[in-house]
């Protein structure tokens, strides 16, 4: 059952453009992380945020926790081609895990 | 930080043989793993959950007789695909939380392509 909805679930752009992933949910999670996976590989976690309207940044992204902890939003400023992959949002709470549908990212340079 | 591997990477069988799949973490001991498939662009579809020394608990339309999940040890954990067949050739992915230091994120394997033909 997929409890994260994820918008765009594909996106193309160009290099130097600026773009928001969105990950939603009817549900409310103690924690919510973000990974990025390339293919043939297994995904890797950039962030993990925990407080409802928490804001973390990783160098040109920018990640923020929704006030209700049911959404999270991935903000990518000057996108480069080494951005491209697939995003994926998971949110936890107590021993389960739920993954987003997922948004593939191309980069064109 | 916690490191999961995955065994093998590659690995083709013939239709109708028995692969086995191992996922190991490295720096912690994991109660709980998790056992994904995932098919090219897609997000990872969960097909169960393993708790170490008891039965694991498969999500709704995985055949549990098919996929073979052992969780013995807090360190290791099998997904054995049994008589398999081409349409099982898939991307399969474990993962394990960590608990402890390492709170509540899971972390996952490399991954291990099968490709049954």
């Known amino acids: 059952t997929q409890l994260l909805e994820q918008s765009p679930q594909f996106l193309s752009i160009q290099e130097g453009e600026n773009l928001t992933v969105y990950c939603n949910s009817s549900?409310?999670?103690?924690?919510l992380q973000w990974y990025r996976q390339e293919p043939g590989e297994g995904p890797v976690l950039l962030v993990t945020?925990?407080?409802?309207?928490e804001v973390k940044k990783l160098k040109r992204l920018t990640f923020q926790f929704g006030d209700a902890r049911k959404d999270s939003s991935l903000h990518i400023t000057a996108a480069q081609p080494g951005d491209t992959g697939l995003y994926l949002c998971?949110?936890?709470?107590?021993?389960?895990?739920?993954f987003g549908t997922g948004t593939s990212l191309t980069v064109i340079p | 930080g916690a490191v999961v591997s995955q065994h093998p990477s590659r690995v083709i069988c013939k239709s109708g043989t028995s692969v086995k799949i191992e996922c190991r973490s490295l720096?912690?001991?994991?109660?709980?793993m998790f056992w994904y498939r995932q098919f090219p662009k897609q997000s990872l579809m969960l097909m169960a959950t393993?708790?170490?020394?008891?039965?694991?608990?498969?999500e709704q339309g995985v055949e549990k007789d098919k996929f073979l999940i052992n969780h013995a040890s807090l360190t290791l954990s099998t997904l054995t695909v049994t008589s398999a067949h081409p349409e099982d050739s898939s991307f399969y992915i474990c993962?394990?939380?960590?608990?402890?230091?390492?709170?509540?994120?899971?972390?996952f394997g490399e991954g291990s392509w099968l490709t049954v033909v």
């Open positions: 549900s409310v999670f103690s924690s």
């Open positions: 720096d912690f001991q994991a109660t709980t």
């Open positions: 945020v925990v407080t409802g309207g």
């Open positions: 998971a949110g936890g709470s107590g021993n389960q895990f739920y």
């Open positions: 393993s708790n170490e020394g008891s039965k694991a608990t498969y």
């Open positions: 993962s394990a939380s960590g608990g402890g230091s390492f709170g509540n994120t899971i972390y």
